[in-house]
């Protein structure tokens, strides 16, 4: 039965993927920089290549690595030395962000949800992953666990377009209190968000950490263990959003911190309460970096 249900769920997944438009699609150029940055052989130089031909994603980069949310002494005027200085993969991390936003967008489909809603969320996750690993001995780059919080839930986003009308059902039998988001995620569409997410993160070829991102962070424990540690992080980071109410906070509202969870990522209660009192404040300054 099992067996058969994560069969329906895969199809349901696939025809969803295959129905989609732009959002089934990264731009062009976010690919050519995601395979630069993977591959072992790419300089700083391919990099430079590639971002110099689109002159927004190159006013985007050095408006972020200039802002408040990077925190860098005295103003970078090039990519160039963007580059030097940040290195491939925070450039890289960039590039996905800006992508990334201009998918948020769409009317509201009910009280509580709108594309924006989702996108504050979104943001504040990546924002919370960045101060829990700077927190930390965290053995990935803070850039690198931003972009994996920030890309947590696209599989909503799947969901909104494909399936808008069984979302809303989805948001209004869980406020009524007919039990966990997730299962009626799957109750209603037939797959939950983790499932879209996936699906969406294997079609735009992202790296294994950020798919384990999207598609199992409320249930980390069902990774490999080399990557149950980013999906503990995003998990905290999610419920730590969801319990302060940032954006769409339904999905891990009734969430739970565990101890095992902290360790698993080296963070102590008190770090974890500086970083939920900071957040109000470094979410302010990457909204006004990343606007939609």
Known sequence: M????????????????????????????TVKIIEIVENPRSTARDLHEV???????????????????????????????????LGLSAVKNIAIAASIARLFKGGRISEEFSAADLWRHSLAVGVACRAIAQRTHYPVQPDEVFVAGLIHDMGILVERQAFPEQLTEVITRYSAGEGDFLDIERQVIGADHQAFGAGLTTKWKFPRHLRAAAGFHHNPMALSPELQKI??????????????????????????????????????????????????????????????
Request: aromatic share 4%; with cysteine; proline share 3%.
């Open 51 to 85: 971002i110099k031909h689109d002159p927004a994603l190159s006013v985007k980069v050095l408006k972020v690595v200039n802002s408040a949310f990077y925190g860098l002494p005295g103003q970078i005027a090039s990519i160039d030395r963007a580059i030097i200085l």
């Open 231 to 292: 999906g503990h992080l995003v998990q905290t980071a999610d419920v730590l959003c969801c319990q302060e109410k940032l954006g769409f906070y339904h999905t891990a509202e009734k969430g739970s911190i565990t101890d095992h969870m902290l360790d698993d990522i080296g963070i102590t209660r008190e770090q974890l309460e500086e970083t939920r009192a900071e957040l109000p404040d470094d979410l302010s300054d990457a909204e006004s970096t990343l606007a939609v």
């Open 2 to 29: 099992a067996v058969e249900t994560a069969d329906k769920s895969k199809a349901i997944v696939t025809k969803a993927l295959s129905s989609l438009g732009e959002i089934a699609t990264l731009p062009e150029i």
